[in-house]
C-alpha cells in the first residue's frame, strides 16, 4: 500500500512537470466578442425571501498583459427565475480588471411592466477575460418603493468567446 501511494505521487508529479507546452510566455492583449452567462444572488439581511435570477448579455472584452489587465463594457439582462411576477432587468455595464481583481459598475433598470426602478450597482471581486465572481450592494435611484429584488448582490458570470482577435 506504502508503495502504490508513493507510486501515484511520483506520477503525478511527472504529469504536473509536463503541463506547459509553450517555449514562451504570451504577453499579447486580445480584444474578444463574448456572451455572459451568469447566476445571481440576491440576499437581504433579514429574514424576507431571497431571490435567484439569470443574467444574460453581450461584451466586448481587451485583456492581455504580463500580469493580467484590460476592461469590459456591455449590456445585458437579468431574469428573476423566483419572482413574484415575470421581472427583467435591462442593464449597462463596465468593468476594469488587473491581475485577478474586478472591479466595476452596473446601471439597472428593473421592471415588472407595472412598475420600474432604476439602480446603479457598483462591484468588486475576483474575475478575468473568462469569468468573474463579485459581489454587489445597490443604490436605488428612482422609485424605493418598488423593490423586485434585494439590494445585495453575489453575481458569478462566465464568457463565452464568440470571436477573439489578437491586438
Known sequence: ?????????????ITLGFGQNQNKRDYSYYNSLNIGIGYIYS????????FHLLDLGVNKTK????HGGGYQYGIGTEIGLNTEKLTIGPKISGTFY???????????TYTDFNNF???LAPFIG?????????ISPQVILTNKKFQPVNKGLI???????LNREKN
Open 63 to 66: 485583456y492581455g498583459g504580463r
Open 98 to 108: 488587473y491581475q485577478f481583481i474586478a472591479l466595476g459598475t452596473e446601471l439597472i
Open 155 to 161: 453575481n458569478l458570470t462566465v464568457n463565452l468567446s
Open 1 to 13: 500500500m506504502k508503495y502504490t501511494i508513493t507510486f501515484l505521487l511520483l506520477t503525478g508529479s
Open 43 to 50: 440576499f437581504n439581511d433579514s429574514d424576507d425571501k431571497d
Open 117 to 119: 426602478t432604476l439602480r
Open 126 to 134: 475576483i474575475g478575468g477575460e473568462k469569468f468573474k465572481l463579485t
